[in-house]
Nanobody, 122 residues
Framework: VQLQASGGGLVQAGESLSVSCAASGFTYYIMGWFRQAPGKEREFVASISWSGGYINYADSVKGRFTVSRATAKNTVSLQMNSLKPEDTAVYYC??????????????????WGQGTEVTVSS
């Protein structure tokens, strides 16, 4: 059972970046993305159901970020557009396997990726 995050990096404000998370060892999970900025608590960013039919976003990223999944590849991606300096954080993917909890709460998630750093300069 493993989640492997990739992507991330350093961009300027207004630019785009994509992070992905490949899962192995399980299926039928909800994938969530969380982030943690220096000195701040981890916060919910987005989530997507196994079918892809249920998607949620934090208000702070709605309209700028898009979460999608390629089920055949067991991979979930987070496309981040119009990035702002306040988006700077370590981004984590996490999987919630049945029974599912609240997708907004990090305590619902059973498995976590290693995190990938996103830095947005002004």
């Amino acid at each position: 059972v493993q989640l492997q995050a990739s992507g991330g990096g350093l961009v300027q404000a207004g630019e785009s970046l994509s992070v992905s998370c490949a899962a192995s060892g399980f299926t039928y999970y909800i994938m969530g993305w969380f982030r943690q900025a220096p000195g701040k608590e981890r916060e919910f960013v987005a989530s997507i159901s196994w079918s892809g039919g249920y998607i949620n976003y934090a208000d702070s990223v709605k309209g700028r970020f898009t979460v999608s999944r390629a089920t055949a590849k067991n991979t979930v991606s987070l496309q981040m557009n119009s990035l702002k300096p306040e988006d700077t954080a370590v981004y984590y993917c996490a999987a919630d396997v049945p029974p599912y909890g609240s997708s907004w709460s990090d305590t619902s998630y059973d498995y976590w990726g290693q995190g990938t750093e996103v830095t947005v300069s002004s």
